[in-house]
């Protein structure tokens, strides 16, 4: 997957609770798609007039935040069913970060999983952040120093886990981590063979 460090662009505002994976992608485009075929998709039933035009009213068809790799959210984003492909569809349409209230626990362990860095902040944080992109302030997020940053705002910390934010850096999932640790692995195999031969 794709490492994350350092991401800065116009953050879009889409406060809104409960966008559930539905919403991000719809049940019957994955039956219909495979990776890679998600971003047109990706909050159809926002982004397209009944006749397949764009809807002008949403944001994310709006200058400056058609370009965004930034989404600010409200509560419980990616709630609903456990589907993956809801990430895949964000990650396609280009965004590589989420600020949030709250996230469907599922969703946001997918998002690890894919090199989409989840970020929580408080409603109130959020809420000056919304502010400052409405004012033309772009969005700086550094993972390095887990911090994000406006003009308006300064410097506003947040937290993810260290193994987390480790492999975001270094755009691994759990495969590859594993894979990394080949040689301990090996070590630890062959000490148990002698150990405990009668298991292999």
């Known amino acids: 997957m794709k490492p994350f460090v350092l991401c800065e662009t116009h953050a879009a505002p889409l406060v809104r609770d409960n966008i559930d994976t539905d919403l991000i992608v719809r049940i019957e485009r994955i039956a219909q798609l495979r ?16 006749d397949g035009s764009e809807n002008p009213d949403f944001v994310l068809n709006q200058e400056p935040y058609r370009q965004t790799q930034i989404i600010m959210s409200g509560a419980n984003f990616g709630c609903g069913s456990s589907r ?25 362990n997918n998002c690890l999983q894919n090199g989409l860095l989840p970020v929580t902040l408080d409603r109130e944080t959020i809420h000056s952040l919304v502010q400052a992109s409405l004012s033309g302030d772009k969005m700086s997020v550094d993972l390095r120093q887990c911090t994000i940053t406006t003009a308006a705002t300064g410097s506003i910390a947040f937290v993810v886990p260290e193994m987390q934010r480790q492999a975001l850096l270094q755009g691994q999932d759990d495969i590859a981590q594993t894979l990394a640790m080949q040689d301990q692995i090996d070590a630890f195999q062959q000490r148990d063979r002698q150990s405990r031969p009668w298991v292999y």
């Open 35 to 50: 990776r890679g075929q998600f971003q047109p998709w990706a909050f159809e039933t926002w982004r397209y007039l009944p």
């Open 84 to 108: 993956e492909m809801a990430v895949w569809a964000l990650e396609e349409f280009g965004i590589r970060c989420i600020v949030a209230e709250s996230y469907g626990d599922i969703f946001f």
